[in-house]
């Protein structure tokens, strides 16, 4: 776990060199957060997996999306619905819906244009025209492994001084 302060959040450390020049990421698991006070603390896995098997995973494909990434993405969840259970959503209640329903979810994976601007002004362009803000984006019980393909959203701020803050998920 690595809280970098400062400028070296900009620091790629997965892709640092090591043992024979190769990048840390082949070595170690590596996980950034702004903060200690962030991490949540380890929980069981959801009881579902182990009595039914089945994985639950939420997705959601936002607008704007150029149609050969957007046809990938569909094909690769569709690849997937054999061994798992997707929950497959069109608007912003629909994933707040998902996200809520029980068995609770394993994974999310959201694919999003998103909008620029101070962390808290951020948001995600979902695929009714709908937006998600960094706020909204706090309340829904988050699965503990979120894939999220967005522009503009994923950045970091960092200001000497100030605890870093990015989107929150």
């Known amino acids: 776990i690595v ?3 400062g400028p070296l959040s900009a620091l790629p450390f997965a892709a640092l060199p090591v043992r024979d020049r190769r990048p840390l990421l082949e070595y170690a698991l590596i996980t950034l957060t702004p903060a ?3 991490l949540r603390p380890p929980t069981a896995r959801h009881p579902n997996l182990h009595t039914a098997g089945r994985p639950t995973v939420v997705s959601h494909i936002g607008v704007g999306l150029p149609p050969e990434s957007t046809a990938a993405e569909a094909a690769a969840l569709e690849r997937i619905t054999a061994s798992a259970t997707v929950r497959r959503t069109a608007d912003r209640a629909q994933l707040e819906a998902a996200l809520h329903t029980q068995p609770p979810a394993d994974l999310a994976v959201i694919s999003a244009h998103g909008s620029p601007g101070a962390a808290v002004d951020r948001s995600l362009w979902l695929a009714d025209g709908s937006t998600l803000s960094a706020a909204s984006a706090a309340m829904p019980p988050w699965p503990s492994t979120v894939v999220l393909g967005s522009c503009w959203v994923n950045g970091m701020i960092v200001d000497t001084g100030r605890e ?5 998920l």
């Open 3 to 5: 809280v970098p302060d």
């Open 36 to 38: 200690l006070s962030m």
């Open 164 to 168: 870093p803050f990015g989107f929150p």
